[in-house]
């Protein structure tokens, strides 16, 4: 390629920023966020916590993270998402390598929050660094990167922290994955900047694609966006169903390889493998439906077709299989069944966030704000309320039927849904599409 081709081609860095700087800091974070998941039924054993005191326990760090979501998107607007990831980065990742320094339920709670409180910058700031230097065209794939990372952090904490549980103690783990965010976050610094064009490897054409294509964003910011939003029904729908879809997720994040270990009585190396395939099946479901649904609006041209159907058959499908899942006897169903169940979960989380932009249009940090609110909120309710069924009922099997009952209430309030009407309140329609 001569010179002048060079300068007129577009080239690849963007793609290079999310995949070797965004998508892996987004995975050591998830380790970071999983590792206490595997570890504890060890640590529930050295300490002798009861299941309540760990649903708090593994519950704290999404207290912290819920509540300052807004606030980390407002300060990662104002100083930047080079700035926000590295110091959150800095924070979480240090708060990861002290948790082994907790000498008690309380310290633990603590260091948990904090960790939480860390955390609650990766979001807001890694979707604002993908907006800086996508133009809306690519946002898609470039997203499918970050959710990636974010999904194979449970699909290799699994077998990573057991082994290392085995070989040199639970503490071991959070020492490791310390540190090896506190290296990643230095490559951020180093690797990222906020302005695209300022980087040097980007290049003349690829920063006028970048430039070219944000300009043209449709931009109408609507005053008092959220107030007038909870006067729609479908503001509130989305949300509400968001919080019953991760009622049924949180079993898989918080209680899955304690439920292996204590219920169907797992090894701890077994259970470090067996509790990451539900992943792998969602990590995989998640690619699936974004094909299908993208496949169904081009063939239909109905936003509905493409969206809430979708979601339908993904709650009623994780709920059925979670429950068939805790009644079989059979190990080799009952993760079958289970693998179903988290990977139709991905039917649904699909649906939810293309609906959230459908819906929202000019207001849609609005309106997902509002949404991932109701799936933390949920992130802190299901697990306390499993161990609390589990104590009631005396069997795992009790308490997740309840569970999955959300499942029936997420799939009706799908009913409530028309992302093919967007949300006038929030900013009214503007253009379908937008050229890159």
């Not at 918080?254 to 090894?267: I, K």
């Not at 799936?375 to 697990?383: D, L, R």
């Not at 209430?409 to 050229?435: I, K, N, Q």
Request: proline share 6%.
């Amino acid at each position: 390629m001569d010179m002048a081709e060079k300068d007129t081609a577009p080239g690849a860095t963007r793609w290079w920023m999310a995949g070797s700087l965004l998508g892996p800091i987004t995975f050591v974070m998830s380790l970071d966020r999983t590792a206490i998941v595997i570890a504890a039924p060890t640590i529930q054993n050295q300490y002798h916590f009861t299941l309540v005191q760990m649903s708090f326990l593994l519950t704290a760090f999404s207290w912290t993270y819920a509540l300052l979501q807004v606030p980390s998107g407002w300060l990662a607007e104002r100083f930047g998402p080079r700035k926000m990831l590295y110091w959150a980065n800095l924070l979480w990742s240090l708060l990861t390598a002290l948790t082994p320094a907790a000498w008690g339920f309380a310290s633990f709670v603590v260091i948990r929050g904090l960790l939480g409180a860390g955390q609650s910058a990766d979001w807001p700031s890694s979707v604002l660094a993908l907006k800086r230097w996508f133009p809306p065209a690519e946002r898609a794939k470039a997203n499918s990167i970050l959710l990636g990372g974010l999904y194979l952090g449970p699909i290799a904490a699994g077998p990573i922290t057991a082994m290392v549980i085995l070989h040199f103690g639970w503490q071991w783990a959070f020492y490791g994955f310390g540190v090896l965010g506190l290296l990643i976050g230095f490559a951020w610094w180093f690797g990222f900047r906020d302005n695209p064009a300022t980087h040097p490897m980007m290049g003349a054409a690829e920063a006028h694609l970048i430039a070219a294509g944000q300009a043209r964003e449709a931009s109408r910011p609507i005053s008092g966006a959220f107030r007038r939003g909870l006067g729609s029904v479908q503001f509130w729908a989305l949300g509400l169903q968001y919080f019953f879809l991760v009622m049924i997720q949180s079993f898989y994040t918080t209680w899955l390889p304690t439920y292996l270990v204590r219920d169907r009585h797992f090894s701890l190396a077994s259970m470090g493998v067996f509790s990451s395939l539900p992943w792998v099946a969602l990590f995989v479901m998640v690619f699936v439906t974004g094909a299908l649904s993208d496949r169904i609006l081009r063939r239909t041209g109905s936003v509905w077709a493409a969206r809430v159907p979708i979601a339908i058959v993904g709650f009623a499908v994780s709920a059925l299989a979670l429950i068939a899942a805790s009644r079989t006897p059979q190990i080799w169903l009952m993760m079958t069944l289970l693998c179903i169940s988290l990977g139709a979960v991905g039917l649904t989380q699909v649906s939810i966030w293309s609906a959230t932009q459908d819906l929202g249009r000019s207001s849609t940090g609005v309106v997902s704000g509002w949404t991932n609110f109701w799936g933390n909120a949920a992130g802190v309710v299901g697990p306390v309320l499993t161990a609390y069924l589990v104590e009631w009922t005396g069997s795992w099997a009790g308490a997740l039927l309840g569970i999955a009952l959300s499942g029936i209430a997420g799939a009706v309030l799908w009913l409530f849904v028309h992302p093919e009407r967007p949300v006038a309140a929030l900013g009214g329609p503007v253009p379908d599409s937008l050229p890159a």
